[in-house]
């Protein structure tokens, strides 16, 4: 089992950046894949970006070339650096783990796919 708290959240005007953070404790760090996840009052929750246990990583659509998820297992860290953002952006952000499938290149934007979850961090983004 593996325990996440998002940090980071915060207000912020168009066009600025944020910097969240999830530490994880518990289970083995590096034995997760990880995602960020946001949802907005109203809609689904939707998959951000997405990070394997060794490599390769996903963007959704909406954050290609704005958004960059990393890991460091030295510090058991997963972050997102966000940009360029937008009041469209404004959201919980949660960060996800899991250990299901056991490909070294796995991982999900699906948030099915994943079993733990932070409590998430508020990111509102003025106009």
């Known amino acids: 089992q593996v325990q996440l708290v998002e940090s980071g959240g915060g207000s912020v005007q168009a066009g600025g950046s944020l910097r969240l953070s999830c530490t994880a404790s518990?289970?083995?760090?590096?034995?997760?894949?990880m995602a960020w996840f946001r949802q907005a009052p109203g809609k689904e929750r939707e998959g951000v970006a997405s990070?394997?246990?060794?490599?390769?990583?996903s963007y959704g659509d909406s954050v290609k070339g704005r958004f960059t998820i990393s890991r460091d297992a030295a510090k058991n860290t997963l972050s997102l650096q966000m940009s360029s953002l937008s009041p469209d952006d404004t959201a919980m952000y949660y960060c996800?783990?899991?250990?299901?499938?056991?490909?070294?290149?796995?991982?999900?934007?699906?948030?099915?796919?994943?079993?733990?979850w932070g409590q998430g961090t508020q990111v509102t983004v003025s106009s």
């Open positions: 996800a783990a899991d250990r299901t499938r056991a490909e070294y290149w796995y991982r999900s934007l699906a948030p099915g796919d994943y079993k733990y």
């Open positions: 518990g289970d083995s760090f590096l034995a997760h894949y």
């Open positions: 990070i394997a246990r060794v490599v390769g990583t």
